[in-house]
């Protein structure tokens, strides 16, 4: 329990320390106009109050992946907890306010339009359809997960396609309707929901003392995931809970509804350390679950691990409690991913959001799309594992693409670019090594795939180096 309560207090300090750094950094103007005062239309542009953007924030992020992911990345030991930490403050915080803040500098532009400012016109028609094919299967992969949790808890005859129907239903109004009319008005009692799970398992860690494998101890260490390597493959499983490119995404969401730069931090960095808290405490939970048992390490399905360790610590009542709270993150990523997908066809084609038939003009072809995704992945067995390990992967990726576009905005305008370099290095050697490695992918060795990866590691330090000397460092905003 030592080496989490560290991690745990490591978190929250970086919030308060490293967060600060980088507000400094970035410079945020309070008598700046935002988006929501300059272009309020009464659907996307709107002031909210700084409470609410943080909690639908934080909604809008914390899908399954610090839940699922964090679960399943425990099985590569104490490191995950490492990753969580350092992952979180100095790479998963840091994209996510600088992407938000530039969003907001720029009229709560989407992310493929913000990636196109710096990267050029090909990295934005690219990032169209990769951030729109993503969010489309967050789309899918956040109805099937809740739902059948749901299933679990309820009357047999409201089995899991019920669910799939009623969640979907909802995705179809969340995403058409004004934010201040569902989302800003339900999202605060998902968010009891998500606290009270987080708090509760938090409290019983304490409460029980688990036997926690420390890091100095002889195995603390120890990959229990044998034949996975833990590069690349925790990086890859545990994403929302340290980096993931599908927060940038939703940053332009909260752009639009804020009324003052100062928001930034506590709504960008803010919401990201909390969710890493709640991977944290969910990476430990699982650690307990994986050594408590040689059977348990067989145990591939997270949900087991979340209804295990929900009814056993906190009784039916806090279980149910507690699971609803794991219920509310997918659904309030899945509503605004599809939000987020109609935000940016609109960007692209330049379509006014403000009448309903014009949102339902973009909206019908991505229903369309998710549904007929959500039916093939239904009819195979492996359907949701399939299109979780494709968006696991597509998620990193898209981080990849958006720290890239940012140390090109901070070296423009003289800001300490090593500060999101590291990042952009790190995750581009992570992904391009998975993407050789991953059975879904190329399927390479993996002393090759990692060759390979540093190879491409080292390609974007040399293209950014060149492309560093040509660029001219006097940007303005």
């Given at each position: ?15 308060f320390l490293y967060g600060r750094v980088v507000e400094r950094i970035f410079g945020p103007d ?221 940053s332009p969401l909260m752009a639009r509804c804020m009324k003052s730069e100062r928001q930034g ?213």
């Amino acid at each position: 329990m030592i080496s989490f309560t560290l991690c745990l207090l490591a978190l929250v300090a970086g919030y308060f320390l490293y967060g600060r750094v980088v507000e400094r950094i970035f410079g945020p103007d309070p008598q700046r106009a935002t988006p929501a005062l300059r272009k309020n239309d009464g659907v996307d542009y709107l002031v909210l109050p700084g409470w609410k953007i943080f909690t639908i924030q934080f909604l809008n992020i914390a899908g399954l992946g610090p839940i699922f992911g964090a679960i399943m990345g425990a099985k590569f030991g104490t490191a995950s907890y490492l990753w969580i930490v350092f992952g979180c403050i100095f790479a998963g915080a840091v994209h996510d306010y600088l992407s938000g803040m530039l969003s907001l500098r720029h009229d709560g532009e989407s992310l493929p339009e913000l990636i196109g400012r710096y990267l050029g016109m090909t990295a934005k028609q690219v990032m169209r359809v990769f951030s729109i094919v993503l969010l489309v299967l967050v789309g899918v992969v956040f109805v099937s997960g809740p739902a059948g949790l749901l299933a679990s808890l309820t009357p047999e005859v409201l089995d899991t396609t019920f669910w799939i129907v009623v969640i979907f239903v909802y995705y179809i109004l969340a995403t058409m309707l004004p934010i201040d009319k569902i989302i800003g008005r339900i999202y605060p009692l998902f968010a009891a929901a998500l606290l009270f799970m987080a708090v509760g398992i938090l409290a019983m860690l304490f409460v029980k003392h688990p036997a926690l494998p420390e890091f100095w101890d002889a195995g603390g260490m120890k990959n229990l995931a044998p034949g996975q390597p833990i590069f690349p493959l925790m990086f890859i499983s545990i994403a929302c809970g340290a980096i993931s490119g599908f927060h940038a995404t939703q940053s332009p969401l909260m752009a639009r509804c804020m009324k003052s730069e100062r928001q930034g931090r506590p709504i960008f960095y803010g919401a990201m350390i909390t969710e890493g808290i709640v991977a944290l405490i969910w990476a430990a939970a699982a650690t307990y679950f994986f050594h408590s048992s040689p059977e348990n390490l067989a145990v591939t399905n997270a949900a087991i691990v979340v209804n295990e360790i929900s009814y056993s610590w906190l009784g039916t009542a806090g279980g149910v409690l507690a699971i609803l709270g794991v219920i509310a993150a997918p659904i309030t990523s899945g509503d605004t991913a599809l939000r987020s997908a109609r935000l940016i066809v609109a960007d692209m084609f330049r379509i006014p959001q403000k009448t309903i038939l014009k949102r339902l003009l973009i909206c019908v072809p991505i229903f369309g799309a998710c549904l007929a995704i959500l039916l093939v992945s239904l009819s195979n067995p492996d359907g949701f594992n399939i299109i979780w390990r494709y968006f696991a992967w597509a998620n990193q990726a898209l981080s990849v693409f958006t720290l890239w576009a940012l140390a090109v905005w901070m070296y423009r305008s003289r800001r300490a670019y090593p500060l999101i370099l590291v990042p952009a290095l790190f995750m581009t050697w992570i992904c391009t090594t998975y993407i050789f490695f991953a059975p879904e992918c190329l399927h390479m060795g993996h002393g090759i795939s990692l060759a390979l990866g540093t190879v491409c590691m080292l390609a974007g330090a040399v293209w950014f180096a060149q492309k560093a000397i040509k660029m001219p460092r006097d940007l303005k905003e």
